[in-house]
């Protein structure tokens, strides 16, 4: 026959273990659907991200002209770029003919940084503006 201790014992560590699977169950599901929730934000945070990129992209602010009704000015670092080259000019004379610093000009083109509005209607004067123009008003501005 066998110990009473023993059978007691076996009897204890089986409902004892039956317990502790009903618990566990209840942690392992609820584990589940957080994990589930937290991949679902992780989705949500990349696509937003995503949209935040694609926004930053977007290479100038519409700015009105009043030059022309309805028209807008655009900037774009590389245009600013290929003018200060047409010109002939170093960034620090376009930046005193546009009344900025020289780093202004140079973030501008390697596209750390956005000029103002205003100082995109000023860059949007270079455009129209030839070689010697550019070197007079840079004579005029130097007296």
Known sequence: M?????????EISRVSRKEV????QALKKSISQYRSQI????????????????VRKVSAPAVANDDEPGGQL???????????RRLGL??????QLLGVSALSVYKWESGKTRPRA?????????????KREALKRLEEAGR
């Open 90 to 95: 170093s960034a620090a004379a376009v930046a």
């Open 118 to 130: 205003r100082q995109i209607e000023a860059i949007a004067g270079l455009r129209g503006m030839g």
């Open 2 to 10: 066998p110990n009473i201790g023993t059978v007691l014992k076996s």
């Open 21 to 24: 699977r009903g618990e566990t």
């Open 39 to 54: 991949a679902d934000l992780k989705r949500r945070m990349l696509a937003l991200e995503q949209q935040v990129k694609r």
């Open 74 to 84: 655009r900037f774009s670092a590389k245009g600013l770029a290929a003018q200060r």
